[in-house]
């Protein structure tokens, strides 16, 4: 399993490529570069908030299935109550600041990329992890809780 922040890096990267491969694409907003910091202050925040509330309920920060099988709790406290995912969504909201930067539309395709491949190889994956801990209190959870926002 490839760690997010690797997955956020490549994104990242590959974000910054297609918009010099892709200049036709650029863009200016007012006040761009305000924008980006407040956004990105705003994805570190919702991250931190998330890696914050899991080492207060002394549970794994690691979203390894090994490190999964070791939770100690289901913590659906603070952010958890309005997502399942706060690390996650942070990191997206980070490489959308990430693009107001870079001011180029076809850059999105990084922040698309990155969704994709963390639902699909992180989110799921965990998802199972935390059932078969967890049982019907996680099938509860996910009933009232979305997976992003």
């Known amino acids: 399993m490839i760690s997010p922040d690797i997955i956020l890096l490549a994104s990242g990267a590959l974000m910054w490529l297609v918009a010099r491969l892709l200049p036709q694409c650029s863009f200016t907003l007012p006040y761009g570069m305000l924008l980006c910091w407040i956004i990105?202050?705003?994805?570190?925040?919702i991250a931190w908030a998330g890696m914050r509330t899991l080492l207060k309920h002394r549970t794994t920060v690691r979203p390894d299935k090994d490190s999964l099988r070791k939770s100690t709790a289901l913590v659906t406290?603070?952010?958890?109550?309005?997502?399942?995912?706060?690390?996650?969504?942070?990191?997206?909201?980070?490489?959308?600041?990430?693009?107001i930067f870079l001011g180029n539309w076809a850059s999105a395709s990084g922040i698309i990329i990155f969704i994709v491949f963390i639902t699909r190889f992180q989110i799921r994956p965990e998802e199972k992890a935390l059932e078969a801990i967890f049982g019907n209190e996680y099938a509860q959870y996910k009933k009232r809780v979305r997976r992003w926002l």
Do not use: E, H, K
């Open 77 to 99: 406290a603070g952010i958890y109550q309005f997502t399942r995912n706060p690390v996650y969504l942070g990191m997206v909201i980070m490489l959308f600041a990430w693009m």
């Open 40 to 45: 990105l202050l705003a994805g570190l925040c």
